[in-house]
């Protein structure tokens, strides 16, 4: 009998969490925001290393480059559908009745 308030309790809270009709956030600007934020922070942390030698700065130069291209290159977080929803079969020969 507990195993079916349990069940019953945990159903209710998710339909109250994930109602019908919510609005979810989009997540796709969620993570765009989280990647910027993350490269800030990456930047900045190498941005405070002080560099003496010539593979430090190359280092640091690799580091910005890279960053700079991650935060312009962003593949999108669903792949765009080409319209087609299943592939057409090949139609049948006429030999084949």
Known sequence: MFVVV????WLTVAYLVIRP????????????????AGSQVVASQVNAI????????????????????TAA???PTTPASSGIVAPIPRPRPDRAG
Do not use: I, N, Y
């Open 73 to 75: 290159a962003l593949p």
């Open 50 to 69: 002080e560099c003496t030698s010539l593979t430090c700065l190359g280092g640091k130069a690799v580091v910005a480059a890279t960053l700079q291209q």
């Open 21 to 36: 009709g919510a609005d979810l956030p989009d997540t796709g600007a969620m993570a765009a925001q989280a990647m910027a």
């Open 6 to 9: 349990r069940s019953v309790f």
